[in-house]
Antibody, heavy 120, light 109 residues
Framework: QVQLQESGPGLVKPSQTLSLTCTVS??????????WTWIRQHPGKGLEWIGY???????YYTPSLQSRVTISVDTSQNQFSLKLSSVTAADTAVYYC????????????WGQGTLVTVSS | SSELTQDPAVSVALGQTVRITCQGD??????ASWYQQKPGQAPVVVID???NRPSGIPDRISGSRSGNTASLTITGAQAEDEADYYC????????????FGTGTKVTVL
């Protein structure tokens, strides 16, 4: 059974860098066929795809965040991470990590999500 | 980037059928998947891009696609189907990017 769990600070100051980690169990980040994804949801709003990292290390980001976002992977820890720089209150959201399934063309496993608030 | 448009809200009487639509040009050439999200919970995939139901999803939920529109149908809606539903697909602007629909709140009366 594949499980994903987000971790990281729940409060970040404006202009600082938001850093989150997703720990994966039950699946290897080194295996092909999946893309390890970050998605966020502003309070009371819809889902926003942030980007993903493929097992090869290739990364793809949504254009609106591309200049501020980095997704990386640590295969030794079976974790992948999100860094979002120069945050503002507009980055306050629930952040989800998820597994993208290249065979079924969907996000088939999600973490429970973690609320990150940007405030001084 | 591409957009996927959904009706904000629909209601359905208990036991009746409801169809949720998702419109966008990217759907002409890309698969659509569907997600159910209940309050305070993470989304769950209910229809994958191949229009299959993952294990544990009731067969009253089905998906289809025609032209630039993907649809999710709940046949015989139950109280537990009340939730927000989102479609998702690859974005036409880059073959690796994804986009989510605007979401539909389904209320079961």
């Amino acid at each position: 059974q594949v499980q994903l769990q987000e971790s990281g600070p729940g409060l970040v100051k404006p202009s600082q860098t938001l850093s989150l980690t997703c720990t994966v169990s039950g699946a290897s980040l080194s295996r092909g066929g999946y893309y390890w994804t970050w998605i966020r949801q502003h309070p009371g709003k819809g889902l926003e795809w942030i980007g993903y990292i493929y097992y090869s290390g290739s990364t793809y980001y949504t254009p609106s965040l591309q200049s501020r976002v980095t997704i990386s992977v640590d295969t030794s820890q079976n974790q992948f991470s999100l860094k979002l720089s120069s945050v503002t209150a507009a980055d306050t959201a629930v952040y989800y990590c998820a597994r993208g399934n290249n065979g079924d063309y969907c996000f088939d496993c999600w973490g429970q999500g973690t609320l990150v608030t940007v405030s001084s | 980037s591409s957009e996927l448009t959904q009706d904000p809200a629909v209601s359905v009487a208990l036991g009746q059928t409801v169809r949720i639509t998702c419109q966008g040009d990217t759907l002409r050439s890309n698969y659509a998947s569907w997600y159910q999200q209940k309050p305070g919970q993470a989304p769950v995939v209910v229809i994958d891009g191949k229009k299959n139901r993952p294990s544990g999803i009731p067969d009253r939920i089905s998906g289809s696609r025609s032209g630039n529109t993907a649809s999710l149908t709940i046949t015989g809606a139950q109280a537990e189907d009340e939730a927000d539903y989102y479609c998702s697909s690859r974005d036409n602007s880059g073959k690796h990017n994804y986009v989510f629909g605007t979401g539909t709140k389904v209320t079961v009366l």
